[in-house]
C-alpha cells in the first residue's frame, strides 16, 4: 500500500503497477531527476528524503519529498507513505486527513520537544531558541526556501505562527542517530482551521545538541496564504 498527497491510497498489485508505470511516465516527461538527501532502513520501519528536480510550466521546480516505509518481519515493505508539498505542482494546497492516529506514549528528543512545545504556543523566539546558532528550517514548497540563523529562523516562525501556534498529534517517530521523522496530523490554529492534517518533519540533532535542521513535508498554509 502507498499513501501519496495526490493519488490518495493505491493499493494491490494491479494498481500498484499502474501507479508505478505513470510516474515512471510523468518523470520522463518532466525531465525529473532525484537528489538524494537522507535515507535510514532499520529493521521495523525507515524514512528517506529526496530532492525532485524537474520541469513544468516552463519553470524548474525543485520540490522535497518525504516517504516512511513500514516493514515486514522478513524485511518487505508493508506501507510507503509520501509527503510532499502538491502547491508547487497544481498550484494550490491539498488538504490532506490523517493517515495514522496519534500515539500518546511517544516520546520525541529533548530538542524536538521544546520546537513542539513553542509551535503548539505559537511563540516564534521560542522556537528560534531550539535552533542551533548555525541551524535551519526548510520550508516544504521548495528544497531553496531555507530560512538559516537565528534571526532567519525567527522570521520565518513569526509568519508561520502570525495568527497562533500549530499543534502536532504525534504518530510514528522514526529515530537514526542524531536524525529522526516525526509523522503527525497538525491542527494550525493560525487559519482558523481545526481538522488535522497529515504531515511529516525530519529533525537533525546538531553539534550543540540543540536542532541543527528541520525538514518540513506537509501542505500547511501560512496566515493568508
Known amino acids: ?30 525531465g525529473a531527476a532525484i537528489e538524494d538527501v537522507h535515507r535510514s532502513a532499520l529493521e521495523r520501519r525507515g524514512f528517506e528524503e529526496v530532492v525532485v528536480h524537474l520541469e513544468s510550466g516552463g519553470e524548474r521546480i525543485d520540490l522535497p519529498h518525504g516517504l516512511v516505509a513500514d516493514h515486514s518481519p522478513d524485511g518487505r515493505i508493508e506501507e510507503i507513505r509520501v509527503y510532499f508539498s502538491t502547491r ?38 521560542a522556537v528560534a531558541a531550539a535552533f542551533e ?32 501556534g500549530i499543534e502536532l498529534e504525534r504518530c510514528v ?11 503527525y496530523n497538525a491542527v494550525q490554529r493560525g487559519n482558523g482551521a481545526t481538522t488535522p492534517r497529515a504531515g511529516l518533519t525530519v529533525y537533525e540533532r546538531g553539534a550543540g545538541g540543540k536542532l541543527g535542521a528541520v525538514r518540513i513535508y506537509d501542505d500547511l498554509a501560512p496566515p493568508g496564504g
Open 88 to 125: 508547487p505542482l497544481t498550484g494550490h494546497r491539498t488538504e490532506r486527513p490523517p493517515l495514522l492516529a496519534e500515539d500518546p506514549q511517544l516520546r520525541e528528543p529533548p530538542p524536538v520537544v521544546e520546537y513542539e512545545r513553542a509551535l503548539a504556543t505559537g511563540d516564534a523566539a
Open 133 to 164: 546558532a548555525d541551524g535551519y528550517a526548510r520550508e516544504p514548497d521548495g528544497a531553496e526556501a531555507v530560512h538559516r540563523g537565528a534571526a532567519a529562523v525567527r522570521a520565518f516562525y513569526a509568519d508561520q505562527l502570525a495568527g497562533g
Open 1 to 30: 500500500r502507498i499513501q501519496q498527497p495526490l493519488r490518495g491510497t493505491i493499493e494491490g498489485e494491479y494498481d500498484f503497477r499502474e501507479f508505478v508505470a505513470a510516474v515512471e511516465r510523468w518523470m520522463r516527461d518532466k
Open 173 to 183: 517517530l522514526v529515530e537514526d542517530g542524531n536524525a529522526c521523522a516525526l509523522e
